[in-house]
């Protein structure tokens, strides 16, 4: 009764029947978890112990006729998520033993829905990277090829997803970090809208940019998730004070006529011939869907990486200031206080982190602000504008994911610019705030998933999971999963 | 050749509310350390500052209160720098969009008014402590103090002496203290001061190289840092000596500035607006409900003194230090309308009392029911200006009222002329040699006699009577 | 639009890290590259554009002015690296 494939919500129906408990559950997922683990590698930390027990209290819940929306659902959390008493390392040397004496927002509100947690899922390092390689402990193997990598940053929680360690994860997005991986691994990932979820709890690495999102294996899946987990949080001052509407109900509404737009600019050389194809024949399924497809013009779009790796490192050099070898963290012998500030920040942070901090400071610095952060913000408002300008004429953009799908491990390690530069296609929708929603939309020559993106303006969730959840019950190709 | 100093002042001042600017840890002083504190302002992974209302409140109220310019839009932008008691590794300020500009303090140095005009009102946190240990090569850091809330206020270079320094900190510590949003305390740390100072020959339209002092803690500090700094900047100059720009501590033990040189790097802050906290929009709305909140302030209610009550420049300046004391003074003067008694008994018994306990005058027992129902009994000769003061300080300790006291301790004055007479009389018999002296020109021997009256009814005689009638006596034979 | 390695190691102290020779060059070098690509941001006129700070527009976020409960001290000092006496110990700057 393999249930690890499942969706979330056909595994909470079960649990409701009493088909299984959630005791039971927890366990097929950590049997599963020893036997695919040591070839997948997504988690960091595993947390059996405090899953059974939770599992226990579940299921006396369960019993007791209680139906809180995720009540003993088993889901993975992206490490730089804290959760009160359990490790969270950012998959850093700096945060190797750091464990938190409070809880993420969004954790807090996933127990209070029920919720039990497996454990910690492996990332780049502190969010920066797109492949997960910049983990300071290990990278993890995309499941559907193990020598390739799982995207990234939410490396960790999109492979537990695909390869059936968990019914559903968090992952957190700032510059396409939950939508690539989804994309190379062939499950669902959602960017909500910036303040749509609270970022409290959420270690930060690029303010403006962060947000924190599900992965799962279907689209209601994520409207769950978001559900729960979405809303004003008086701990998060950029956390907007909008309702949160019934995303699962919304998943049927009636989206004929609608208007989809493709950006020209998004065809242009650097997009491998597989994915094209893939996003083109996605275009005929929205036709069959009653919807209308037309082009549109981001024209700013070639200039979101380069405003991107301005601001993202200069936020992030900032945020970064607090680890320091005094408070918590790493901390390394030096002979005064500067020396032990320079060696702890050097030995504690990897090279891409460190890379990234002298960036963002450079850009902040005295001299180059102007040139660099506020002309970055500026070139921000452009990209923003852009979205504004097709959303008036148009109700979705589509396009691709990623270039191409998911690399080799290590084919990408050696030039950080070329790694920066395959962001080209999520960039942007953080940049603007915007909503993007990355789902399976075709299976490479070799077998690899390709993502197609549904972006949609500001607090429009419920019409991007409607339309995904469309294309994806037309598609049908969540039924697939990796050979492991 | 003449010099001036061109001295600006920066004010960094604690305000009063309950909980942190950004965090809802306590304000309160004086806490075991790293009790005041949660994973907000310790700056613990994943945590978020959230903007404590009052504090926008007080900043306002201060605006207002200077004849500063509020801005419609104010930012918070990171000033970001490494140092052990900065545990985010920046400090949540502002740049360049502060919530206030320009506006002015006036100051009287002798007979002068003059104006001394701010640069800017800004709202910030404060940072923690860092304890030096004496002998090991180690610090401790207690983070209670940081994420209180504080405003920064920069004033222009129109300060011209030491003494306009001091003129203008006591000015904004009342200002700060009738608003009630700061104690303004500079040895508790409540308030505090750096100065930059240059001098230019007397006529030069020219800035000098303008040297920063720190680390003074008190307006004493503050005068005499400044006095040196003008003396040692002087000596340079007319040695042709260059005036280095650097920053000075003050040496407290010697009394001289000391060079930071070499231990100081120049700071590289990397201004950006905080993407953390969103933009501040105050509109009139919000500033006309402060508006009304706003006490008299110290200048205008000196002036209304002045005038209405008639006080000297120096005695009105004195009752509205405090505006409890002025509101004491003005209660007072309601009951008792003498408003120059009032105000000397207030000037001498009521503040020794209150300065030595360090107290407010609402936070004593002392009314000003009980305070006047005392002057009118002195008023009426029903006790001595001595017994008087044996008296205030009863009222003072116990809140007992003033007859009272003076039934209890039996200190009601002997006026009756016709008692005194005959005591008088019998002790001008007693003590014949002493009317000899008298009447042979010793005037002063009546003192001895007046004594000796006193000793006699325990000193409750009235001594205006008793001088009167011995006067009388001693004079008449 | 290079960087110099003079530079790279001011921004380098501004940021408290600290190199090896070979770490130098390199950062040098990506540096560079990185900071010629985005360079490509001045081909756009952007003197007439607001620039954008937050994503989502938002104003006057307040809390009130309430005391609530700090956390144990125990909490405060539960993974500091040095501790003394309810204090955080930190080398002395140097003097």
């Known amino acids: 009764m393999s249930c690890f494939w499942d969706s979330l919500l056909s595994l909470r129906e079960r649990l409701a029947k009493k088909e299984l408990s959630s005791q039971e559950l927890v366990k097929h997922f950590f049997e599963r978890i020893k036997e695919v683990e040591p070839k997948v590698r997504a988690y960091i930390t595993l947390t059996e112990e405090g899953a059974l027990a939770q599992a226990k209290e579940a299921d006396k819940a369960l019993a007791a006729g209680e139906n809180k929306p995720l009540l003993g659902i088993p889901l993975a959390i992206k490490d730089n998520i804290c959760i009160r008493g359990v490790r969270t390392t950012c998959a850093s040397r700096m945060l190797e033993n750091f464990v938190p004496t409070y809880n993420a927002t969004v954790i807090e509100r996933l127990r209070d829905a029920g919720a039990i947690f497996l454990g910690k899922t492996n990332l780049d390092e502190f969010a920066m990277g797109s492949s997960t390689e910049n983990s300071a402990f290990f990278p993890t193997h995309n499941p559907w090829d193990l020598e390739r990598v799982p995207g990234g940053s939410s490396g960790g929680s999109a492979a537990a997803v695909a390869a059936g360690l968990c019914a559903g994860a968090l992952g957190s997005d700032t510059g396409g970090s939950i939508r690539q991986p989804a994309s190379f691994c062939g499950v669902v990932g959602l960017k909500p809208t910036y303040g749509r979820v609270s970022r409290y709890g959420l270690v930060a690495f690029a303010s403006s940019l962060d947000q924190i999102g599900p992965l799962t294996r279907t689209v209601a899946d994520t409207a769950l998730l978001l559900q729960v987990i979405a809303g004003p949080d008086n701990r998060d001052s950029t956390c907007v004070d909008q309702e949160v509407p019934d995303y699962l109900a919304a998943l049927d509404m009636d989206l004929k006529g609608c208007k989809v737009g493709v950006p020209k600019e998004y065809f242009g050389q650097g997009l491998s011939q597989e994915v094209a194809q893939a996003i083109e024949a996605s275009l005929e399924v929205m036709r069959d869907l009653g919807l209308e497809v037309k082009e549109v013009s981001l024209p700013h779009s070639p200039y979101a990486i380069a405003a991107y790796y301005i601001i993202a490192p200069a936020e992030a050099s900032s945020n970064l200031a607090r680890y320091d070898g005094v408070k918590y963290g790493f901390r390394a012998e030096g002979k005064d206080l500067l020396d032990m500030y320079k060696k702890t920040r050097s030995q504690g942070f990897g090279p891409e982190v460190k890379r990234r901090i002298m960036i963002g400071t450079y850009a902040l610095s005295a001299g180059y602000y102007d040139a660099y952060y506020k002309k970055a913000s500026q070139v921000r408002t452009l990209i923003t504008k852009d979205f504004a300008e097709a959303f008036k004429e148009v109700d979705f953009v589509l396009g691709p994911v990623a270039p191409s799908p998911a690399f080799k491990i290590g084919e990408r390690t050696a030039d950080p610019l070329e790694m920066y530069l395959s962001d080209i296609y999520t960039i942007s929708v953080n940049l603007a705030g915007i909503v993007g929603l990355s789902l399976p939309c075709a299976f490479s020559e070799k077998g690899l998933p390709i993502g197609l993106q549904i972006m949609g303006p500001h607090f429009s969730e419920e019409r991007v999971l409607a339309l995904g959840h469309q294309f994806e019950r037309a598609l049908g190709l969540f039924k697939q999963h990796p050979g492991l | 050749m003449q010099f001036e100093a061109v001295i600006g002042l920066e004010v960094h001042a604690q305000l009063t509310t309950a909980s942190k600017i950004f965090c809802s840890c306590s304000t309160a002083f004086g806490a075991a350390p790293n009790t005041h504190v949660c994973e907000v302002c310790m700056a613990a992974p994943g945590t978020l500052p959230v903007l404590n209302k009052k504090v926008v409140d007080y900043a306002i109220k201060l605006a207002l209160a200077t004849n500063a310019t509020i801005h419609p839009v104010a930012v918070f932008a990171r000033k970001n720098y490494f140092y052990p008691d900065l545990p985010k590794g920046y400090q949540i300020s502002q740049y360049d969009l502060p919530i206030a500009t320009g506006g002015y303090i006036q100051i009287e140095v002798g007979s002068q008014t003059k104006r001394i005009r701010l640069v800017r009102i800004h709202m910030e946190e404060d940072a923690g402590k860092l304890i030096h240990d004496e002998h090991r090569p180690v610090s401790f850091v207690d983070f209670n103090r940081t994420g209180v809330p504080l405003l920064e206020i920069v004033s222009e270079p129109d300060i011209r002496s030491p003494e306009e320094a001091v003129a203008y900190l006591k000015k904004l510590r009342a200002i700060l203290r009738y608003l009630e949003i700061c104690d303004g305390n500079m040895e508790e740390g409540s308030l505090r001061c750096d100065a930059n100072i240059s001098i230019r020959p007397l006529g030069s339209k020219e800035l000098g190289t303008k040297v920063e002092l720190k680390n003074m803690n008190s307006f004493k500090h503050v005068q005499r840092a400044l006095e040196y700094e003008i003396r040692r900047q002087t000596a340079l100059y007319l040695d042709g000596k260059e005036i280095i720009q650097e920053t000075r501590l003050f040496d407290v033990e010697k009394g001289v500035t000391v060079s930071m040189r070499g231990k100081e790097e120049a700071h590289d802050y990397r201004y950006f607006p905080d993407p953390d906290l969103v933009p501040l929009k105050v509109d009139d709305q919000w500033v006309e409900d402060i508006r009304q909140t706003l006490p008299e302030l110290p200048d205008v209610k000196k002036e209304r003194f002045m005038k209405e009550y008639g006080l000297p420049a120096y005695d009105a300046e004195i009752i509205i230090s405090s505006r409890h004391l002025a509101e004491f003074f003005e209660a007072c003067v309601k009951i008792f309308p003498k408003p120059k008694i009032v105000s000397n008994w207030i000037m001498t018994e009521v503040l020794r009392e209150l300065n030595r306990e360090g107290k407010e005058i609402h936070e004593t027992k002392l009314t000003p029911e009980l305070f006047t129902e005392l002057l009118k009994l002195l008023e009426d000769n029903v006790i001595s200006s001595t017994a008087a003061k044996k008296v205030f300080s009863e009222v003072y300790k116990t809140g007992k009222r003033p007859a009272q006291i003076v039934e209890e301790q039996g200190l009601r004055q002997e006026s009756d002329e016709e008692t005194l007479r005959a005591i008088c009389q019998k002790l001008v018999k007693e003590h014949p040699k002493e009317v000899e002296k008298y009447r042979s020109g010793k005037k002063g021997v009546i003192g001895f006699f007046v004594g000796q009256v006193m000793r006699e009814t325990k000193g409750k005689a009235n001594p205006k009577v008793v001088n009167k009638l011995l006067t009388e006596l001693l004079e008449s034979e | ?95």
């Open chain 3, 1 to 95: 639009m290079g960087i110099s390695k003079e530079e790279v190691l001011h921004v380098a102290h501004l940021a408290r890290l600290e190199f090896s020779e070979e770490e130098v060059e390199l950062f040098t070098t990506q540096l560079a590259d990185i900071l010629d690509y985005v360079a490509q941001l001045n081909e756009l006129d952007t003197s007439k554009i607001e620039p954008t700070y937050h994503a989502v527009p938002m104003s006057n976020v307040f809390r009130k002015d309430e005391v609530k409960p700090s956390s144990p001290v125990e909490d405060v000092l539960a993974n500091a690296p040095e501790r003394e006496n309810g204090f955080f110990v930190v080398p002395k700057v140097i003097k």
